[in-house]
């Protein structure tokens, strides 16, 4: 009888991006994060000019996206950079099933 239970997810990070409501490099960031099931915070740099205030200030320059990991800034990703960035740091396991 083949084993079906799956590895345990690793313990959910802290997460807050600073993305643009419509583009493609921050819907890229978001899919990762559906990829993986994790919860995240999803600050609007447009529509509200003190977070990107924040997140130019948090991370030293003014492109975005822009994530924040447990406190370690990604600056300028793409949503394969967060990819690999989770799963070196072994924030992630195994993609959720859609």
Not at 7 to 12: N, Y
Not at 34 to 41: A, I, N, Q, V
């Amino acid at each position: 009888m083949a084993d079906t239970t799956q590895a345990p997810q690793a313990a959910q990070p802290t997460i807050v991006a600073y993305l643009k409501p419509v583009c493609g490099w921050s819907n890229g960031v978001r899919a990762v994060f559906r990829k993986y099931g994790l919860e995240f915070e999803d600050k609007d740099i447009i529509n509200d000019r003190a977070v990107y205030s924040e997140m130019v200030r948090k991370s030293g320059q003014p492109l975005s996206p822009c994530v924040e990991i447990n406190g370690e800034m990604l600056a300028d990703v793409s949503g394969p950079e967060v990819d690999q960035y989770l799963v070196e740091k072994g924030l992630v396991k195994t993609p959720v099933a859609v």
